[in-house]
Every structure is written in structure tokens, then in C-alpha cells.
């Protein structure tokens, strides 16, 4: 993971309206940018988001895909490549030490040493992986899991891109996680932030998988921050998945996509028993309210 061997990055401008500049920086975000460039002008706003060429351009536009699908009015200008900057040194600035919610704070490895006292660090390398912390579906997440967590209980991360809910739910007392991500790059991604962090051995396991294909036990807690088509498509089989009690937490979701999510858990016997909104996303956290049948 050493930007310093790249001789060249992959980039991306996003054009949207006036007024759209914080989302475009969440689009970039989300879609894995190691950094930003942004022009205003009276008719647009510009954002030339920087990708690793580790991965060839066709993956990082089919991440701004998904990204983008809730926002219509913004398209995708220009791309292209641009040779290294110094960028070194100069993007290490652009991951400060991030308190998030009541206990928790996000630091890159370079910050050790720096935790603010009375905070539970977690340790994550700003990698290609979704879930630095600093967007601000992640921080939603991270906060109802601090609300939630079942100490020595189960959970299963599912699309744990850099591994941060795993981490910091093995760190407030959960036993076990499954992380589970369709993508089987960012295992190796998830792997060298348990080791930040000192994870034991086997205290999360990491697979491959899609959703909840193939997951067949119980868990206490069950957690995904992905967007709101995916997690539609898991949600009937959420109930079967958790254990008595069991709670599960889901971010990635737009403020405006809160009502028709809500209908959908309605249908499936889920219940909401705490959401939480910053800026234009929300998140939930649910519980099962009548049997399921196992699906």
C-alpha cells in the first residue's frame, strides 16, 4: 500500500450544480478517492477526484457508478490519468485524527500516539477499500454501534470494505465478526488494519461473499454500510440471521431514501429502534419484531 511506487493516478471530474460541492465530496469518497481537486464557477462545480492505479480506470468507474446512481443531476466530465504529484507527504494532511460519536476515534497509522484521551482509537489506512471513517454514512454507522453492541456477542460485517466496522465492533466487546465483501481485494486491505489495531487471530474472519449468500448461522449483530439497492435486496432475510435480541445496523442511505427503507423493513418484520442523520445521509438501527422464516 506505498503511494510512493505509483509514477502516475487515475482521475475523475464530477460536474454538478451550484451548491453540490459537499456532494460531490462524498461521491468521491465513497468510490474510494485517496484525494480531491474542486472548481466553482457561477454555472457548476467541478471535482476532480484522484484514483490508485493499482486498479485499472474501468473499476474505479464502476464504483462511481454505484455511487452516483441516487444522483442524477451529477455526471461525469472528463477522466483521464495525470502523472505522480507529491503527493507522498501532502495527502497524509487530508487524514486528520477523527472523533466520531461518544467513545470512538479514527486515526490513519501515522497519528499513534495522538488519541485524544478518554477515546477508543481505531487504526485505519486510508486505502482504495471503502470506510476511512471520515464520510459521514461511516460515522452514522460507527456512532449506532456504539449504542449497540452486545459484549461477547456475534456479528457479521457484510461489504466491510477497509474493515472499520469489524475493528471497532471487536473493540467495544464483541467475540467474533464474519467479515464478508464481494470484492476480494480488499480483504488483504481489511487484513493489514487488523494488524494495526492488534486484532487477535481469528477473532474476525474474512471471506469473500455476496450479502448474505451462503451466511446460514445467527448473529447478535449483523452490520452493512452500502447503498440502499443491496441492502433492499438483503433485507428478507435479515430476520433469519439474527439472534433473539439481535439488532442489526445499516447506513449508506440517503435522508430522502429514509421513508421508502422504512416501508421496506415494515414489510420484512424489521422495526426501527434508533436512526441517526448527518448532513444528507442516515442510518438505522432494527430489530425483528415477528418470527422469521428462515430464507
Not at 509514477?7 to 450544480?17: A, K, P, Q
Request: charged share 25%; aromatic share 8%.
Amino acid at each position: 500500500m506505498n503511494t510512493t511506487a505509483e509514477s502516475f493516478w487515475w482521475y475523475v471530474t464530477l460536474e454538478g450544480r451550484p451548491g453540490s460541492e459537499e456532494i460531490l465530496a462524498s461521491l468521491a469518497d465513497m468510490s474510494g478517492s485517496i484525494g480531491s481537486e474542486e472548481t466553482a464557477g457561477d454555472a457548476a462545480v467541478l471535482l476532480r477526484a484522484y484514483f490508485r492505479s493499482s486498479q485499472d480506470l474501468g473499476f474505479w468507474l464502476e464504483r462511481l457508478g454505484w455511487a452516483l446512481s441516487p444522483w442524477p443531476e451529477i455526471k461525469i466530465a472528463d477522466m483521464g490519468k495525470i502523472e505522480n504529484k507529491q503527493w507522498h507527504t501532502d495527502w497524509k494532511e487530508a487524514f486528520p485524527p477523527l472523533p466520531v460519536g461518544e467513545r470512538i476515534v479514527v486515526l490513519a497509522p501515522w497519528h499513534k500516539g495522538s488519541e485524544p484521551e478518554g477515546r477508543m482509537p481505531l487504526y485505519i489506512y486510508p486505502g482504495s477499500a471503502f470506510g476511512t471513517g471520515y464520510h459521514e454514512s461511516t460515522q452514522i454507522v460507527l456512532t449506532l454501534l456504539e449504542r449497540s453492541v452486545v459484549p461477547g456477542g456475534e456479528a457479521a460485517d457484510i461489504g466491510a470494505g477497509s474493515g472499520i466496522l469489524s475493528i471497532a465492533a471487536v473493540k467495544l466487546g464483541a467475540r467474533h465478526v464474519r467479515a464478508r465483501d464481494l470484492d476480494p481485494a480488499v480483504l488483504s486491505e481489511i487484513s493489514h488494519n487488523l494488524g494495526l489495531n492488534d486484532i487477535q487471530s481469528g477473532t474476525v474472519d474474512l471471506e469473500e461473499g455476496n450479502l448474505l449468500d451462503g451466511m446460514d448461522d445467527t448473529v447478535d449483530l449483523l452490520m452493512a454500510n452500502i447503498i440502499i439497492e443491496p441492502l433492499l435486496q438483503m433485507l428478507p432475510r435479515v430476520p433469519s440471521r439474527l439472534k433473539k435480541g439481535g439488532r442489526a445496523l445499516f447506513s449508506g442511505l440517503l435522508s430522502k431514501e429514509r421513508e421508502r427503507f422504512c416501508a421496506a423493513l415494515e414489510q420484512t418484520g424489521l422495526r426501527v429502534v434508533d436512526e441517526l442523520s448527518l448532513g444528507d445521509w442516515w442510518g438505522v438501527a432494527v430489530e425483528a419484531y415477528a418470527a422469521p422464516s428462515r430464507g
